[in-house]
């Protein structure tokens, strides 16, 4: 029989809807129940395609006995981290504050307040390489609270002071200057990996914000160690095994410091930052590489993670089927020479082997290979090799395909529409354009109340009931800023800026100007979440920073450039220290001491040639963090476009920055050399 998880909208709490576990959701009445039963709640924490959740699942969570004893003696809560990114920061700040370390599933221990005592990951279901089984720990903790309840009360209340205590230093709320870019540049270089690309040993995951900072850094001094980073790295990650090199799209994270072995899932928000940082590296370098990994994985994102209903679903799963029913990491994605041979025949299958570097001994498990886009010497036979990769790519369209979560989380989305309305305009490619405004009309449709109060997440086509939090505001309205300045409508504008009034009235402290991650009126937990650093995705903070000061620039608005400016002060505390983990702040940096600039693009209709090439000109400048408006003279789509007639009857641009402003150009070529950085 379904426990109470049958009700609810996500994919990862769904798959846990017919465990023999009586699962509540994160709800006031689960610990109502813990009280009433005077027992501890088990809180466990994780996400659809994390492959370590589901081991558990399979192991403890279906074990009959197990869930009998977990019924008996705990209210057990399942939370899905992509749902409730608040409840899932504060206990992990918990977890890695007590252990050192934290990861997915997280299994917490708490009181019927929400305090908690007793910390881990995933507990095997026997005693394993030092670790106790989960049976074990069930009935140590279960044993402690009826033995020692003082003792872990006292802990309890102990943690949750140490956790109150952990206030962030924010700097002196001012911007970052010169010198701290530098000295972050600096600290960048210092973590560099030369040989291979990227920062740090494995694992490795895609420096998405560092190389919008690198990119934007190089723009605005010109440092060719900059550019050098971000172009080196982004080719070793798009030929290694991380890059999915026959249906596109970047797996989550690389296992090896050499991006040959993957974590396999496929993550939106990776792809959608991805896709637009390999777009700005083809607008800065015009590589070819870049263009092509770009467009692939606007393709991928297109193709394989949008819903029916026009939005983006979260993730692709890990594991798949292996064709005998077992469900193997990997299994839809790894190739050994011979189901080569069986796909190609003889000759093509030794050219695929070499140029995808699958040799028999396997780079992965059983013999098997991750397909990788090695350097060659010599001659390659593009359209043979294009052939190969269209038959190897249909056969394994034939195998049963990995699990896709299919919630849309309002944040991933807002970088995807930002993505894919770049990449769309940059390479001409109207369909990928309309995506993103698909996208964002989901968003306002179904995620925006009347109030422009978000919703976090929605399902085929039902909104959940988890309050959005900072970094939906942020990345949302990022987004639509960027379908702005796009397709030249000017309520995309409109609608940021409503996401962006809630950033200033709701999760901004009005003393020090810092951002928190919940909502002023959120569900109070333990401790209202507050974290400027990067993780897989910006932090929502920076995020908001970076949001603020593109609305600011395209409005006037002095408390939107005030409150990022005043945001920014903690990247100035932070980024000379450890600039790998605040990239994105390190980026709109970078845009506050360029201007950024202000670009207004005037023509008789913005599908008139000589308005479209000064349009897409503007949209190809590298000035860090440039904002641009296009449209009629006169019109009230954009206060940029305020006063600004057409010269000598010829559509135009005006640029300006920091409250100066060029004479305007009717000449492509001309605005090219003023923004270019």
Partial sequence: ???????????????????????????????????????????????????????????????????????????????????RPDVDAVYMEAVQAATGQGGWPMTVFL?????????????????????????????????????????????????????????????????PGAEELAQALLGLTREYDPQRGGFGGAPKFPPSMVLEFLLRHHARTGAEGALQMARDTCERMARGGMYDQLGGGFARYSVDRDWVVPHFEKM????????????????????????????????????????????????????????????????????????????????????????????????????????????????????????????????????????????????????????????????????????????????????????ARLTRTSKDGHAGANAGVLEDYADVAEGFLALASVTGEGVWLEFAGFLLDHVLARFTDPESGSLYDTAADAEQLIRRPQDPTDNAAPSGWTAAANALLSYAAHTGSEPHRTAAERALGVVKALGPRVPRFIGWGLAAAEAVLDGPREVAVVGPALDDEGTRALHRTALLGTAPGAVVAAGAPGSDEFPLLADRPLVGGEPAAYVCRNFTCDAPTTEPDRLRTVLSG
């Fill in 268 to 451: 939106l928000y990776d792809n959608a930052l991805l896709c637009r940082v390999y777009a700005h590296l083809w607008r800065s370098t015009g590589s070819e590489l870049a263009r092509r990994v770009a467009l692939e994985t606007a393709d991928f994102m297109v193709g394989e993670l949008r819903t029916n209903e026009g939005g983006f679903a979260s993730a692709l799963d890990a594991d798949s089927d292996d064709g005998t029913g077992r469900h193997v990491e990997g299994a839809y994605y790894v190739w050994t020479p011979e189901q080569l041979r069986e796909v190609l025949g003889e000759q093509d299958a030794e050219l695929a082997a070499q140029h995808f570097g699958v040799t028999e001994e396997g780079t992965f498990e059983e013999g098997a290979s991750v397909l990788q886009l090695p350097v060659r010497d010599g001659f390659v036979d593009a359209g043979r090799v294009a052939s190969i990769r269209e038959r190897l790519l249909a056969a394994r369209s034939g195998r049963p395909a990995p699990g896709r979560d299919d919630k849309v989380v309002a944040a991933w989305n807002g970088l995807a529409i930002a993505a894919l309305a770049e990449t769309g305009a940059y390479f001409d490619r109207p369909d990928l354009v309309e995506a993103a405004v698909a996208a964002a009309d989901l968003l306002v449709r179904l995620h925006l109340d009347e109030q």
């Fill in 1 to 83: 029989m379904p426990n109470r998880l049958a009700h609810e909208t996500s994919p990862y709490l769904l798959q846990h809807a017919d465990n023999p576990v009586d699962w509540w959701p994160w709800s006031s009445e689960a610990f109502e129940e813990a009280r009433k039963r005077n027992v501890p709640v088990l809180l466990s924490v994780g996400y659809s395609s994390c492959h370590w959740c589901h081991v558990m699942a399979h192991e403890s969570f279906e074990d009959q006995e197990t869930a009998e004893y977990l019924n008996a003696h705990y209210v057990s809560v399942k939370v899905d981290r992509e749902e």
């Fill in 111 to 175: 009181t019927p307040d929400a305090e908690p005592f007793y910390f881990g990951t995933y507990f095997p279901p026997a005693p394993r390489q030092g670790m106790p089984s989960f049976r074990q720990v069930l009935q140590g903790v279960h044993q402690a609270w009826d033995e020692r309840r003082d003792e872990v009360t006292e802990v309890a209340e102990k943690i949750v002071r140490d956790l109150a205590g952990r206030e962030i230093s924010y700097g002196d709320a001012q911007t």
